[in-house]
């Protein structure tokens, strides 16, 4: 495994921590209040290239490497976890035009999804279905060369302001993905607001009522809706929201060191009370821990290794439960102050909540690491 980034690699991190130091940072308490990321912002993201990160330049993407996806997702992370999750979705659904779609889908979506000029979102989650995918009531009858989709997705990050959405619903019983453009007939977008944290990731409830997709939007043929096509989304989704998890650590730690080392009580720097220093070590130590741990997983999927999915899980796992961790000894550094949103950590620990749900519950992370541990047993 490798333990410390190339040359190139260690480029491209100074080039994402430039840019959310001294572009993204200085928003993110605006965006949390506000409940909407600014466009400029999302086309800066476009223009270095971040919403491609993944795809080849051959469509106008960046070709970054995963272990590159998870520097330049810590970067974002570390600035504003909303950012991070537009990321994050984008790339699953690039990431599955991509691997999966269609000549013809691959034409009309891959560069633009690739340049950033339109924008994708997932669309998995139900009012009845989270952590079960597989019980999605969303349905899509076939009429003539057309679908029509009834049931309604909820929780879906930017689906707000998204030009397409990898919709997964039941064809004659059998799952099926597809992606629906916003100009659906039929589709109805509506914002949901008043979220713990992430609050600028723009979430929205999609209600399909007769809406009509032609049956060229499938994507991968019917009945590969969820087990293929919704797995190796969630796949990429949980290595960003791990690397994502290893900057809200960092953020947090970063935040805390320079507090203890301002704040004076008893007459001198808290960083020199004994139970300070030991909460800034295990700070130190939890963001060391998950970021080699992404690495790991990171390594493992530019390696086409099969325990990729394993290394995946369990570094979103570990590093969701860093980041709460972290964030929580943020604000205890920090006191009151810790508590106002005149200081960021506060921001910190909601969005850290969020971290151990989304992607996957840290309790459906559990089910598959101990499974993937069973199995390497048994063989």
């Not at 689906?159 to 629906?180: E, P, R, T």
Request: hydrophobic content about 45%; glycine content about 10%.
């Amino acid at each position: 495994m490798q333990l410390e980034l190339t040359p190139a690699q260690d480029a491209i991190r100074r080039e994402s921590d430039e840019l959310s130091r001294g572009v993204l940072a200085p928003e993110a308490g605006a965006i949390d209040r506000g409940g909407a990321v600014p466009r400029r912002l999302i086309d800066e993201l476009a223009r270095v290239g971040y919403l491609g990160a993944l795809a080849p330049r051959d469509v106008g993407g960046r070709g970054l490497s995963f272990v590159e996806l998870g520097v330049v997702h810590e970067a974002v992370g570390r600035a504003c976890s909303s950012l991070r999750s537009l990321l994050t979705v984008h790339s699953m659904v690039l990431h599955t035009v991509l691997t999966w779609g269609s000549d013809e889908q691959r034409a009309r979506w891959a560069t633009p999804l690739a340049r950033g000029e339109r924008l994708g979102a997932f669309g998995l989650s139900e009012p009845g279905a989270g952590s079960d995918a597989s019980s999605v009531a969303t349905t899509a009858t076939a009429h003539g060369d057309d679908l029509v989709l009834d049931g309604t997705k909820r929780w879906i990050t930017f689906g707000q302001i998204a030009d397409v959405y990898l919709v997964f619903a039941k064809l004659d019983g059998m799952s099926v993905a597809l992606l629906v453009e916003r100009t659906a007939p039929g589709l109805t977008v509506t914002p949901i607001d008043g979220m713990l944290g992430t609050r600028g990731s723009m979430l929205a409830e999609l209600r399909f009522t007769e809406c009509r997709v032609p049956q060229r939007a499938i994507v991968g043929g019917i009945g590969f809706g969820i087990a293929a096509i919704a797995s190796s989304a969630l796949d990429v989704g949980r290595f960003s929201v791990a690397s994502g998890c290893v900057g809200i650590g960092q953020a947090s730690l970063d935040a805390s060191l320079a507090y203890a080392a301002e704040r004076h009580q008893f007459g001198r720097p808290i960083a020199e009370h004994q139970l300070v220093r030991r909460l800034l070590t295990n700070m130190i130590t939890e963001v060391k821990a998950a970021r080699l741990l992404c690495m790991q997983a990171g390594c493992s999927k530019d390696a086409r290794d099969p325990r990729t999915i394993m290394d995946t899980c369990v570094a979103k796992y570990f590093a969701s439960q860093m980041a709460v961790r972290v964030a929580n000894d943020a604000v205890q550094v920090h006191g009151a102050n810790g508590c106002s949103s005149a200081y960021p950590v506060e921001r910190y620990l909601r969005d850290a909540k969020i971290m151990e749900i989304i992607e996957g519950s840290n309790e459906m992370q559990q089910n598959m690491i101990a499974e993937f541990g069973l199995r390497e047993i048994q063989s």
